[in-house]
T-cell receptor, first 118, second 109 residues
Framework: NAGVMQNPRHLVRRRGQEARLRCSPMKGHSHVYWYRQLPEEGLKFMVYLQKENIIDESGMPKERFSAEFPKEGPSILRIQQVVRGDSAAYFC????????????????FGEGSWLTVV | GQQLNQSPQSMFIQEGEDVSMNCTSSSIFNTWLWYKQDPGEGPVLLIALYKAGELTSNGRLTAQFGITRKDSFLNISASIPSDVGIYFCANEGTYKYIFGTGTRLKVLA
């Protein structure tokens, strides 16, 4: 039973290039979350998506960042024209569709994508 | 907005010692989750709590869901070097999961 799969694990981009991070949720999970972790800091919420819908993007920077979760395929976090401050670990997480607190209704993380902007 | 406050922020302990950390909030929650993040890895779920007053163990780890539903604690007994890492509490806020600032644990052999 595969967990949350993220790729690439490590990505190096020059300033001004685009970074594209992919996330495949756990089997049976239809909710995807993206979090960013700056060095020596905690997890900051970016965006919450369900299939073909952005539910909450209150943590996303207004410019250069976008996310999607198409009907088919993985969720994509896209960062355009990267700057050095974008260097961070980006974590994807998924949860099942039920919103009722119960055993199993928790959020599971991938291993992260480490973006380095040079 | 909703915020989870973790303490302590970091701690150094000797191998074999017990560790205690907690997480508090101004809001009431229906779940409390505890995660551990090893260096260079993603957070891994340790314990999930779903009921006020619930006390749950996972090996040397024990966590409790506070009666007021505004807090939780995590205990680690007889710590070992591989317990090093960052421990996060988490909760389901409006449309998203929110995380505490983390407790960084370092175990001295």
């Amino acid at each position: 039973n595969a967990g949350v799969m993220q790729n690439p694990r490590h990505l190096v981009r020059r300033r001004g290039q685009e970074a594209r991070l992919r996330c495949s949720p756990m089997k049976g999970h239809s909710h995807v979350y993206w979090y960013r972790q700056l060095p020596e800091e905690g997890l900051k919420f970016m965006v919450y998506l369900q299939k073909e819908n952005i539910i909450d993007e209150s943590g996303m920077p207004k410019e250069r960042f976008s996310a999607e979760f198409p009907k088919e395929g993985p969720s994509i976090l896209r960062i355009q024209q990267v700057v050095r401050g974008d260097s961070a670990a980006y974590f994807c997480a998924s949860s099942p569709p039920s919103r009722v607190a119960s055993s199993g209704n928790t959020i599971y993380f991938g291993e992260g994508s480490w973006l380095t902007v040079v | 907005g909703q915020q989870l406050n973790q303490s302590p922020q970091s701690m150094f302990i000797q191998e074999g010692e017990d560790v205690s950390m907690n997480c508090t909030s101004s809001s009431i929650f229906n779940t409390w989750l505890w995660y551990k993040q090893d260096p260079g890895e993603g957070p891994v779920l340790l314990i999930a709590l779903y009921k006020a007053g619930e006390l749950t163990s996972n090996g040397r780890l024990t966590a409790q869901f506070g009666i007021t539903r505004k807090d939780s604690f995590l205990n680690i007994s007889a710590s070992i070097p591989s317990d090093v890492g960052i421990y996060f509490c988490a909760n389901e806020g409006t449309y998203k999961y929110i995380f505490g600032t983390g407790t960084r644990l370092k175990v001295l052999a």
